[in-house]
């Protein structure tokens, strides 16, 4: 197709590009981790779109290689600038997470980049793990065992039980940002919140709050006993530069 053709130019040509959002320790405004999404001509097609058009016609691969090269240009561009270690998850689709290969994939690229495994986190949806909950364990076991974590996203908006849950070797859950932008409208949406982050305090896990837009959301969040927040109240996606400018003194 005419997209496909475009998206293989762009990513021969470099124009896709990378925005950051920083995930906050929301007691001490701390960054913990910045989360990398993907952009093509600045935003103008969404990932949604594009995304899939990179899954379907083989080009995901190059995709992948390409953020894990540029998070790792990044890394190093804020290391020069004196910025303290700060982890970036990126995102791995269902047709990504279940290529032969994936696993071996990243573990080369860090080793050929001498990237740090501390310095990415992976970002797997839920639906994307419950697919196949034992290989899926196998590869989340193969991907920590090279020092990377992993954060269950769009947590609770899957049909996971809770048994499964306990048995994922996961280090964190995201939890589904239509829940807390509805948490003011919704008791639904709140019991659903609440639930969350009992249930992810319970397993040991680190909760992180998504879609966090206002004031009202973030104590909300924080009064459940969450203490990990993400979105535009706190901060909307930047370019990488924009990310050091704000939060280059690592606070
Ligand atoms: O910023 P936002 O509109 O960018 O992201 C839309 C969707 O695209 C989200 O579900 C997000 O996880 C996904 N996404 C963003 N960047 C990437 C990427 O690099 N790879 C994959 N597979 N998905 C991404
Ligand atoms: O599927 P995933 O959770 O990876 O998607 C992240 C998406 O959420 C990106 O498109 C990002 O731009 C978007 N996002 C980040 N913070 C907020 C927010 O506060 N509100 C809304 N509506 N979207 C957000
Ligand atoms: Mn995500
Ligand atoms: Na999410």
Redesign the pocket.
């Known amino acids: 197709s005419r997209v496909e053709n475009e998206l293989r130019r762009a990513l021969g040509q470099g124009e896709l590009s990378l925005?950051y959002q920083p995930i906050i320790e929301i007691h001490s405004g701390k960054v913990l981790c910045a989360e990398?999404?993907?952009r093509w001509e600045n935003g103008r097609v969404?990932?949604?779109v594009f995304?899939p058009i990179a899954e379907i016609s083989g080009l995901v691969g190059r995709?992948t290689d390409w953020?894990l090269d540029e998070i790792c240009r990044e890394q190093r561009r804020w290391r020069q600038l004196g910025i303290p270690l700060i982890p970036i998850s990126?995102?791995?689709?269902p047709v990504?997470f279940k290529l032969r290969g994936f696993v071996d994939d990243i573990e080369r690229r860090l080793r050929e980049k001498q990237f740090t495994a501390e310095a990415l986190q992976i970002?797997l949806t839920e639906t994307a793990v419950m697919d196949n909950v034992d290989h899926s364990i196998h590869i989340i076991k193969r991907l920590r065992g090279l020092g990377i974590k992993i954060a269950l996203?769009d947590f609770g908006k899957g049909y996971s039980s809770l048994s499964y849950l306990s048995r994922l070797p996961i280090d964190k859950i995201k939890i589904d940002k239509e829940f807390i932008l509805g948490f003011d409208q919704s008791a639904t949406n709140r019991a659903i919140t609440d639930a969350v982050i009992a249930l992810g305090t319970a397993l040991q896990l680190e909760v992180v709050a998504e879609g966090i837009e206002s004031r009202e959301a973030l104590d909300y969040v924080r009064e459940q006993g969450c203490r990990q927040a993400q979105g535009f109240y706190l901060c909307k996606?930047v370019p990488g530069k924009t990310f050091a400018a704000l939060f280059g003194d690592g606070t």
């Open positions: 925005a990398a999404l993907i969404s990932p949604d995304v995709m953020v990126i995102n791995v689709s990504q970002e996203d996606p």
